[in-house]
């Protein structure tokens, strides 16, 4: 993985975890221990499926879909 996709990453995460905060009212580490347990978190980190490239709102949405729903 290079700089820039971790970059990318980081990005997303902070903002989805921001979203979470926001929209759910939990705290940031319990935002964070939900992204980094989701299905989705290991679609963003595998570079093949391009998730990394998408806005942190659109990785927002798949998540509380998978909250929601469950894991796909």
Do not use: C
């Not at 990318?8 to 995460?13: A, C, E, N």
């Not at 979203?19 to 570079?47: C, F």
């Amino acid at each position: 993985m290079t700089d820039r996709q971790q970059f990318l990453i980081d990005t997303i995460i902070e903002g989805m975890a921001s979203y979470l905060m926001e929209d759910r009212g939990v705290s940031l580490t319990d935002a964070l221990k939900t992204i980094y347990n989701s299905t989705l978190y290991e679609k963003i980190t595998d570079t093949e499926t391009g998730l990394y490239y998408q806005s942190p709102r659109y990785n927002y949405n798949i998540l509380i879909k998978e909250l929601d729903f469950g894991k796909p």
